[in-house]
């Protein structure tokens, strides 16, 4: 049986050298040829069992190309999206195929991401309340540590809200209080020592390097969410780089 992965960026890369160590056949498809693994246009994918999607979710294709390959693929099991994509994404490309499609995200820093795969809980979601029990089996398999949401969009906001955009709010707030004591001659690293035996105790005072965020994840991921406040995440570190400059 076959595991493809289309999309070989960090994450499909990533994805394929996991499913590998755990002696899975994997195929990993590319719009870059050079970043294909043991796949060739020219021959047919055997036993072609679960479709990875790991394609840049900002593609404004996203959803034709996805359905355009699952209709190209037959004899699929499911399809996993592993990609961080604009909620409704999932169940709108399960309205045009018959094949069970899941959202899985990732978890991770990119710089360890194989470890972090590995380490983290692997969140899986379905708007069908009845998968095949032999589905999840195989997907245990693969993840070891799975758990399950009750739906696909629960687990698409939680991708963009609970990690990227959190992550960056957090940072947000050590921008401001690094312009403040900038402003009031203050040691930034000295009044945040406040905090240390609180956060110890509490686990609610955590103190973040406030540095300019950059990246292809938090600022671009807010463009997922239909929310105009969480622009402020943008607007405030665009306000902290003018004021490093």
């Given at each position: 049986?076959?595991?493809?992965?289309?999309?070989?960026?960090?994450?499909?890369?990533?994805?394929?050298?996991?499913?590998?160590?755990?002696?899975?056949?994997?195929?990993?498809?590319?719009?870059?040829?050079?970043?294909?693994?043991?796949?060739?246009?020219?021959?047919?994918?055997?036993?072609?069992?679960?479709?990875?999607?790991c394609l840049p979710g900002e593609l404004t294709e996203?959803?034709?190309?996805?359905?355009?390959?699952?209709?190209?693929?037959?004899?699929?099991?499911?399809?996993?999206?592993?990609?961080?994509?604009?909620?409704?994404?999932?169940?709108?490309?399960?309205?045009?195929?018959?094949?069970?499609?899941?959202?899985?995200?990732?978890?991770?820093?990119?710089?360890?991401?194989?470890?972090?795969?590995?380490?983290?809980?692997?969140?899986?979601?379905?708007?069908?309340?009845?998968?095949?029990?032999?589905?999840?089996?195989?997907?245990?398999?693969?993840?070891?540590?799975?758990?399950?949401?009750?739906?696909?969009?629960?687990?698409?906001?939680?991708?963009?809200?609970?990690?990227?955009?959190?992550?960056?709010?957090?940072?947000?707030?050590?921008?401001?209080?690094?312009?403040?004591?900038?402003?009031?001659?203050?040691?930034?690293?000295?009044?945040?020592?406040?905090?240390?035996?609180?956060?110890?105790?509490?686990?609610?005072?955590?103190?973040?390097?406030?540095?300019?965020?950059?990246?292809?994840?938090?600022?671009?991921?807010?463009?997922?969410?239909?929310?105009?406040?969480?622009?402020?995440?943008?607007?405030?570190?665009?306000?902290?780089?003018?004021?490093?400059?």
């Amino acid at each position: 049986m076959t595991d493809i992965i289309l999309g070989m960026g960090e994450v499909g890369e990533t994805l394929f050298h996991l499913l590998e160590e755990r002696n899975c056949n994997c195929v990993g498809i590319d719009a870059d040829n050079s970043k294909c693994k043991n796949y060739s246009e020219k021959e047919q994918i055997e036993n072609p069992e679960y479709l990875h999607v790991c394609l840049p979710g900002e593609l404004t294709e996203f959803i034709d190309i996805t359905v355009n390959w699952i209709n190209k693929i037959e004899g699929l099991k499911a399809v996993l999206i592993h990609s961080t994509v604009k909620p409704g994404t999932t169940k709108n490309i399960q309205n045009n195929s018959k094949v069970p499609i899941l959202f899985s995200p990732v978890r991770g820093v990119h710089k360890r991401f194989l470890d972090d795969i590995k380490k983290y809980t692997k969140f899986i979601s379905s708007d069908d309340k009845q998968i095949d029990p032999k589905i999840k089996i195989d997907l245990e398999k693969r993840f070891k540590k799975i758990e399950w949401m009750s739906t696909t969009k629960t687990a698409e906001l939680a991708k963009i809200l609970v990690d990227t955009t959190y992550y960056g709010w957090l940072i947000n707030y050590a921008q401001i209080t690094k312009m403040i004591c900038e402003k009031e001659g203050v040691d930034f690293d000295e009044m945040w020592k406040f905090a240390d035996e609180i956060h110890e105790n509490l686990g609610n005072r955590p103190k973040m390097y406030p540095g300019i965020i950059g990246g292809h994840c938090v600022i671009p991921n807010l463009k997922l969410v239909e929310y105009e406040n969480l622009d402020i995440i943008k607007k405030i570190n665009e306000l902290y780089e003018k004021f490093k400059k």
